[in-house]
């Protein structure tokens, strides 16, 4: 299933949170970070693409659970029953804006990319995907879990590792 994320709307913290919720069991190849082994990760069942460094294909050329894509430049076709991640306007572009270290200001890369923010969300965030807030992620994060979990048809296990993580850690998890 496909994964669609604005960026910095909580992706890779929802992906490592469901790797650890089933142990942490994540292949990697040497030293390599994730992004860099161009494979899948996979942790019990769940298994994860992350398009751009894996297959670069819609669709994954194996079976995973998720696959991620930004659909950046509006090119994906709409799909229903997909999963969407976001995250309040300005917050999610103020992020943004200090994660590429812009040479504009924050008011005017604000004003820039707001029309591209409106048009991602009015086109992905809609009644017939499964629609994660960023807020929800951090605050409510077992129940949003258990809904991508069970969206996703995968076995629910143990949820104690939460407990572990404090709210204003999430980011970092
Ligand atoms: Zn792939």
Not at 33 to 46: D, E, I, N, Y
Not at 119 to 132: E, H, P, Y
Request: hydrophobic share 30%; charged share 30%.
């Amino acid at each position: 299933m496909l994964i669609l994320t604005y960026p910095r709307s909580g992706h890779h913290l929802l992906i490592n949170l469901l790797l650890r919720h089933y142990g942490s069991e994540v292949v990697t190849e040497g030293k390599k970070t994730r992004t860099q082994c161009r494979q899948v990760l996979k942790a019990g069942p769940f298994k994860y693409c992350e398009i751009y460094s894996h297959c670069g294909v819609v669709g994954c050329n194996e079976a995973v659970s998720l696959q991620k894509h930004h659909d950046f430049d509006f090119k994906l076709p709409y799909q229903k029953g997909v999963i969407v991640q976001y995250r309040k306007k300005e917050e999610c572009l103020m992020s943004y804006y200090e994660y590429s270290q812009r040479k504009i200001t924050r008011k005017e890369f604000l004003k820039k990319m707001t029309p591209h923010y409106e048009k991602w969300i009015n086109k992905w965030v809609t009644k017939d995907n499964l629609c994660i807030d960023y807020h929800d992620l951090v605050t409510s994060t077992e129940d949003v879990l258990v809904k991508v979990l069970n969206y996703l048809d995968l076995p629910l296990r143990d949820m104690d590792f939460l407990k572990k993580i404090p709210i204003k850690n999430r980011r970092k998890a």
